[in-house]
């Protein structure tokens, strides 16, 4: 009997698998959330915390997509453990020096290191529980993994504003403290020390992780194993990679674009009242973990993959829609609409696990790690697709034109992906 069929929903790696994935999603939001604090601690005016931001996230996802082919290469060469041990060490001490950083250059390496440690986390993650735990309960397991690993936003959100709420304490000794941190700008660069420290602390729980029965068992054969570029020799298995690449796009249109700048969106609507960014970015994936919790529970009482998929992609549509609609409306509102298209959104745990599903053992890895970062990476294609309309539209028919053609190229992706949900997962690619 392999090891897969004796493993729980709530066993230690999937718990081990949602704790690193909390982690990563921490640091990997974290400057969505003090992008316009930490880039003014920087000396920035508020211009160039926008076009400054954009580079700098622009700089962390290729680091992603670099990052991507590596871990998955690595992954299903040396193992998926050796995955989930390598990028959490990296990207915990990139975090580390990120609160080091006084340049805008500085700040975007550091960005790019902490983006190729953060792509191996997710992929690594799902194919080690996708392989341990049965068919039958696969879609349940990675969702937990990323319902639980996407809170990490929520406390990214309230650790960076700890400091602000401390300096209001009835306390005068904490209020004197708090304040003397955030008037010397220290407060964003100790919410990096706290994620590279709770990376580093969570390489002592991965100690009890044990390796996929069915990659050891691939391990002692000759069969080659991640082969990046054997996903452009065969046509059949191009066409799976790069569907599903696309299916994924409306989550990084909406977090990256949508929700990161809504403070600038809310200017140009017209809403009076300060927008955070932060709190947007916050609230968004509280809902999207309510979303990717629900979407894998979902897909297995639809026995689909793809029926729970084109639900929450036909939720997506309508909270793009309300959200252009909110022109003179009010910051309430603003992170009522973020909510729900975070919600709506609420299917990234869901396609990353279709892309493990649709390849082999000795590429499962390679697949599940690099998808999900190609649509990560695809942010600032879709950045200069956005910025491209500006010249003849307004900010905001530029960002809706945008979001068009992402939902267009998605949904057909959809439509010509194959289903596979119950798929034995116990074969190699050839």
Known sequence: MEKKKAIGLLSIPVVVAALGYFVDIYDLLLFSIIRVKSLKGLGLTDALCDTEGKFIIGIQM?????GGILWGILGDKK??????????????????????????????????IAGIGLAGELGAGITLVSELISKEQRGKATSIVAGIGLTGAVAAYFVAHSFEWLSTSSNPGIQNWATGIVNSSMDWRICYF???GLGLCLLLLRISVFESGMYSNLHKTKVRRGNFFMFFTNAA????YMLAILIGLPTWYVIGILITFSKEFAEHFNIKEPVDAGKSVMLA?????????????SSNWLKSRKKALYIFYALTVVSIILYFRLDGSTAANMYLVCMF?????????????????????N?????????????????PLIIMLFKSFQPGYSYITAAAITGVIVMAISITAVLFTEETFGKDLNFIEE
Do not use: C
């Open 79 to 112: 193992g998926r453990l050796s995955v989930l041990f390598g990028s959490i060490l990296l990207y915990s001490l990139a975090n580390i020096a990120n609160g080091f950083v006084h340049t805008v250059d500085q700040y975007a390496l550091a960005r790019f």
């Open 237 to 240: 298995r191009f066409k799976k």
């Open 285 to 297: 994936y509280v809902a999207i973990s309510i979303g990717d919790l629900l979407i894998g529970f």
């Open 194 to 196: 706290i994620g590279g």
């Open 62 to 66: 290729y680091g992603l997509l670099l």
């Open 341 to 361: 298209m975070g919600f709506a959104t609420g299917f990234w745990a869901l396609f990353v696990t279709m892309a493990a599903e649709h390849f082999g053992t």
């Open 363 to 379: 590429l499962r890895a390679t697949a599940a790690t690099t998808v999900p970062n190609m649509v990560r990476g695809s942010l």
